[in-house]
């Protein structure tokens, strides 16, 4: 859900052909509740027309250094003064060199030299330009400068090529930048995530496992690290980029997971245990790849250490969020597993609609009842469950000395 209040933003566009998502930014920022500036490159005007963005934003667009509509001729001043935030989007790679070095030849790179606000990126480039050593200098860069780089996404290209370097959707620049307002509410705290499946092997090429793509936990990750944590995310074997400034700790095995798990829970505020942590290890697994000739191999599977449960059952826990995914009866299986596990908190979802898919729709079971979130995508019931997380969190009391 994107909330903006009132905040006044400058959105500058620069000349990709994602400048046609501009627009529709535009409306999920004004939906938000924001009011709009925007400021265009010369090339931008080649892939958009300033009178759309007029049009949608209902003030004059500005696009270069020398306008005399501004009273006392320094747009790059006047334009960024009263605004909380400036993003640009898209971003092109040329933009982002430019920004790099402090160069401010158009309106928009002076306009982000001269700002007290703070400045996100949205870039939107080709595949083989995002990748060129050059540009990932200047993202690394960027970031170290302070700059928020939102995205980009992979999938297909414009160019008709696939690959990294697409401008995240509109909704979700949105959704970022709606995050990155909200109130830091776990500043300070320490987060610990598990996430993705366990892997135990059978031999050196087989396995059993667990169906899980990680996006649930890692959208997990990414949540905490907006409200303003420290997060350390313990992730099983998937097929996706974690967040930059979360500590990552590579597991396989549900027993290495435990280890890492408890090693970190020491001294962490809260553990939210998102991984589909496979029940069972193969206790007679070979060093060497079984033959078929040797007949159909009996398997021994032994019971795997449950993480969460013995976490939240310590002395002092940190505060335990569970999840459960089942495939009927949600609501009993769900309250009797926070139960048994002694959870305060615990996100219930169907696993027919949750495990591949980008969005989600979870239950939180705590000591008040159940809070149905409605189906949204993983990031935003993520940071619905990371607000209702803080709300229940409460820091221990500090022994007082006589
Ligand atoms: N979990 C865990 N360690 C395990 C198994 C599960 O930490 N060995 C955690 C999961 O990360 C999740 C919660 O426990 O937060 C529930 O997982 P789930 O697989 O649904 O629960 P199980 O206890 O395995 O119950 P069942 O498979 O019988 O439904």
Known sequence: MVELGDKRILLGITGGIAAYKSAELLRELQRGG????????????????????????????????WDNRVPNGMPHIELSRDRALIVV?????????????????????????????PLMVAPAMNRQMWEKPATQRNVSQLRKDGIVVLGPDAGDQACGE?????MLEPADVAGEISAWFRPKLLSGIHVVVTAG?????????????????????YAVTRAALEAGARVTLISGPVALEPPAAAQVIRVETARQMFEAANAQANGADIFIAVAAVADYYVANNGTQKIKKEGGVPTLELALNPDIVESIANRPNPPFCVGFAAESEQLEEHAEAKRRRK??????????????????????????EGSHRLGRSSKLDQARQLIRHVAKLYRPPKTAVRA
């Open 89 to 117: 989007a898209p971003a092109t790679a040329d933009f982002m060199a430019k920004l790099v070095h402090g160069s401010a030849d158009d309106l928009l790179s002076t306009l982000c030299l001269a700002r007290e606000c």
């Open 197 to 217: 499946p366990t892997f135990e092997p059978i031999d050196p090429v087989r396995g059993l496992t667990n169906r899980s793509s990680g996006k649930m936990g």
């Open 34 to 65: 924001a009011d709009i500036q925007v400021v265009m490159t010369e090339s931008a005007c080649q892939f958009i027309t300033p009178v759309t963005m007029q049009a949608l934003s209902g003030k004059p667009v500005y696009t270069g250094m």
């Open 342 to 367: 002694k959870l305060p908190l615990l996100a219930a979802n169907l696993v027919q609609s949750a495990i591949e898919a980008d969005d989600n729709e979870l239950i939180l079971f705590d000591d």
């Open 162 to 166: 696939v690959g990294m370097g697409r």
